[in-house]
């Protein structure tokens, strides 16, 4: 009755086995060609990070019996977007080589509002408190693991410029973007100085409402810039 929270992401690839196995089998063949990443997604325990794992070992030793070429060091990682693993992300993190917020999901499963649901829709805000403390939490941990460990963010919020102060200040350094929105994001993190972001950042997270902190977030685009990309026209 609610796919949301039903048979999807990596449930569905450790129900259905053979083709995760095919899907995996795929993806490091196409590392011999180039650079490619593995990413899971809809992570909720580190049990499904670890047998998804134990999948891509025995992916790794199939094409080695096959004779078949593949990246053996490929990187794996998972997507960041229930509120189980971003509470546990210190835990994913020791089991993983990067993580990708999924500020989507993230969102309507913090706020438990299903983002296509018009009578609700209205509810459902990346720039909640809540979310928002995930999130930074995420990154946090992510930053202080090192050793090669990367974070990044995709979904809506990303291509929000009202949002990048407070993620650069966050500590984030990749944003996945749509095409259009790619040059005005990228022209909003080349303009503003680390200090001023975790300055804005800062303040941010001390406000109690999502709408006091979008406000915000807003006003504290520099004019120029805001002017010069037309920003918040509307």
């Given at each position: 009755?609610?796919?949301?929270?039903?048979?999807?992401?990596?449930?569905?690839?450790?129900?259905?086995?053979?083709?995760?196995?095919?899907?995996?089998?795929?993806?490091?063949?196409?590392?011999?060609?180039?650079?490619?990443?593995?990413?899971?997604?809809?992570?909720a325990a580190l049990e499904e990070v670890r047998a998804a794992n134990r999948l891509l070992a025995l992916a790794m030793e199939s094409l080695r019996t096959d004779g078949l070429a593949f990246d053996a060091a490929m990187k794996s990682g998972i997507m960041v977007e229930t509120p189980s693993a971003a509470i546990t992300a210190d835990l994913l993190i020791q089991e993983t080589d990067f993580f990708s917020i999924g500020s989507n999901d993230l969102t309507q499963y913090t706020l438990?509002?299903?983002?296509?649901?018009?009578?609700?829709?209205?509810?459902?805000?990346?720039?909640?408190?809540?979310?928002?403390?995930?999130?930074?939490?995420?990154?946090?941990?992510?930053?202080?693991?090192?050793?090669?460990?990367?974070?990044?963010?995709?979904?809506?919020?990303?291509?929000?410029?009202?949002?990048?102060?407070?993620?650069?200040?966050?500590?984030?350094?990749?944003?996945?973007?749509?095409?259009?929105?790619?040059?005005?994001?990228?022209?909003?993190?080349?303009?503003?100085?680390?200090?001023?972001?975790?300055?804005?950042?800062?303040?941010?997270?001390?406000?109690?409402?999502?709408?006091?902190?979008?406000?915000?977030?807003?006003?504290?685009?520099?004019?120029?810039?805001?002017?010069?990309?037309?920003?918040?026209?509307?």
């Amino acid at each position: 009755a609610n796919p949301c929270l039903g048979v999807r992401g990596i449930r569905n690839c450790l129900q259905e086995q053979s083709l995760f196995m095919t899907q995996l089998r795929a993806i490091l063949r196409a590392g011999a060609h180039g650079r490619a990443l593995i990413m899971y997604p809809m992570i909720a325990a580190l049990e499904e990070v670890r047998a998804a794992n134990r999948l891509l070992a025995l992916a790794m030793e199939s094409l080695r019996t096959d004779g078949l070429a593949f990246d053996a060091a490929m990187k794996s990682g998972i997507m960041v977007e229930t509120p189980s693993a971003a509470i546990t992300a210190d835990l994913l993190i020791q089991e993983t080589d990067f993580f990708s917020i999924g500020s989507n999901d993230l969102t309507q499963y913090t706020l438990a509002v299903d983002r296509m649901n018009e009578k609700i829709s209205s509810l459902y805000c990346p720039f909640h408190p809540g979310v928002l403390r995930l999130i930074r939490s995420v990154i946090d941990v992510a930053n202080r693991a090192g050793e090669g460990k990367s974070v990044g963010l995709c979904g809506e919020m990303a291509a929000d410029p009202a949002a990048t102060l407070l993620l650069l200040g966050m500590g984030l350094t990749e944003f996945s973007v749509n095409p259009p929105a790619l040059l005005r994001i990228k022209r909003m993190i080349t303009s503003v100085s680390k200090a001023y972001a975790e300055e804005v950042t800062t303040r941010a997270l001390q406000l109690p409402t999502a709408a006091e902190v979008y406000t915000f977030l807003q006003a504290a685009v520099p004019t120029k810039l805001r002017q010069e990309l037309q920003l918040f026209d509307d």
